[in-house]
């Protein structure tokens, strides 16, 4: 499809997609990296685990008060300033003499992509009308989601392989100054809402999802029956619901609950959350396959899913004209059904032979999945909400993308570890292993399927709220 896009358009969709990658390139870029930090630093294993974990937790509970700000602030001022921690962050962690240094700045560093994600997305929805431009810049934003995965572990490996794995996060620093600059000229700021910061909420929900994410990072390493997975567990549905609670009883809540009350973006939340953790297991277990199985290098392993990474990138420039003719509901419903038809060709696939009949293949259609969903999941999900609320509306988008990302992760992990007998050696277990994770992966993705498409053919609503947007 083309659109034309005027030159300062295009320019603000850069800076918007740019800001958004460069923390999905670090949630990523960190994993094929992770055997170098242990020998430049000295970490443990548990320390070495707590490198990502600590940086999802931050980063998922957050997200809902990260958001919030940027009504409250104005989009591009919160942007600012999550961009600001995150880049000093970087440099503090490629500084890293010690396990505690750099774990420490690495939660301040999930702090800011809290910020950063939900405001790129409020100042999209600001800088692009709704309707075929904003749906054109979607597609590049959501494509971007799957391609900076990808990308990430491909840099990473290339980065530690033959340079070091601190330039990966000292090259934040220049890029986030560039962004932060040209954000000034080229991005038209939000309106800032003049409503009270609901305080009670951001520590419900900060607490609630943190407690939720850390207990699902621990699933595979404690176990269902432990208590130091069970409790936080516990806790955080308590304090979640507690959340929901507060938001139904507040003048002024953090997240407003009418943007439930439309069944099209509830299906777009849904969904989201039940397609994120078969996906970042594919990642997760399709890169064991590669390095533990068929031999790849960390480099390799990270080249090897531009199967996955091109079909997505290509369904960039064909999701806003589908959007046209079948709706972006439809079509989220195509993308779940095509990455479930990956994801199931992988479990029941019973070889692991070679590497393209039995992954490159699957990759093809997941990436395309991914492409095909991704974007009309986001633009549905912040569709037709006051202006006030769009930060809000962002925020609870990407709290689907997160805290689906790591409970499908642990999830998948846990019931996989727990099936497979440590006795046929490593190779076996990765195989093993991949098996049950990719036949629970697409129970999800059929879930999701199935869920979305009772949503949608009931019908969407409009809420009362009205789309002053």
Request: with cysteine.
């Amino acid at each position: 499809m083309q659109l034309a896009l005027a030159p300062h358009d295009r320019s603000k969709l850069l800076l918007i997609v740019g800001c958004y990658l460069m923390i999905l390139l670090d949630t990523s870029i960190v994993i094929t990296g992770l055997p170098h930090i242990r020998e430049d630093i000295g970490m443990s294993t548990s320390e070495l685990a707590w490198v990502q974990s600590i940086y999802t937790l931050l980063f998922g509970g957050c997200l809902l008060l990260g958001a919030r700000a940027g009504d409250v602030l104005g989009a591009r001022r919160a942007l600012e300033i999550g961009l600001a921690i995150f880049m000093a962050m970087s440099l503090a962690i490629a500084m890293a003499q010690s396990p505690a240094w750099l774990l420490t700045a690495r939660a301040a560093q999930g702090v800011g992509a809290a910020i950063v994600a939900p405001s790129a997305l409020t100042l999209l929805s600001t800088n692009f009308e709704e309707g075929r431009k904003r749906n054109w810049a979607v597609a590049w934003y959501g494509s971007a989601a799957g391609i900076g995965t990808s990308l990430g572990l491909a840099l990473g490996g290339l980065l530690a392989d033959y340079l070091s794995w601190r330039v990966g996060f000292l090259i934040n620093v220049p890029v986030g100054l560039l962004l932060i600059l040209a954000m000034r000229t080229y991005l038209r700021e939000s309106v800032s809402s003049p409503v009270r910061l609901d305080l009670a909420g951001a520590v419900l929900s900060t607490l609630g999802f943190g407690a939720i994410i850390y207990s699902v990072t621990s699933f595979s390493e404690g176990g269902w029956a432990n208590p130091s997975t069970l409790a936080p567990f516990a806790l955080g549905v308590v304090l979640v619901a507690g959340f929901f609670w507060h938001e139904s009883r507040v003048e002024q809540p953090l997240v407003p609950l009418y943007l439930f009350g439309d069944r099209r973006r509830l299906a777009a939340y849904i969904a989201r959350f039940l397609f994120l953790g078969p996906v970042v297991a594919f990642f997760f277990f399709g890169s064991q396959l590669m390095q533990g199985v068929y031999g790849f290098t960390a480099t390799e392993a990270g080249l090897g899913f531009l199967p996955m990474t091109i079909p997505a990138f290509l369904a960039a420039l064909v999701v806003p004209r589908l959007i046209d003719k079948v709706g972006g509901p439809m079509l989220v419903v195509a993308g779940l059904l095509t990455t479930f038809l990956g994801v199931g060709y992988m479990a029941f696939c019973g070889s692991y032979a070679s590497f393209w009949p039995t992954l490159g293949l699957p990759m093809v259609l997941v990436g395309a999945g991914q492409g095909l969903a991704l974007a009309p999941m986001t633009s549905t999900g912040i569709s037709a909400v006051r202006r006030s609320d769009l930060g809000a509306a962002s925020g609870v988008v990407n709290v689907s993308h997160q805290l689906g990302a790591s409970f499908g992760l642990g999830l998948l992990s846990a019931v996989a570890a727990s099936l497979v007998s440590s006795d046929g050696g490593p190779s076996s277990m990765i195989i093993g292993e991949a098996h049950f994770a990719f036949v629970g992966g697409s129970a999800m993705l059929l879930l999701a399927v199935i869920l979305s498409a009772a949503l949608i053919l009931n019908g969407g609503t409009r809420s009362p709220a009205d789309a002053q947007i």
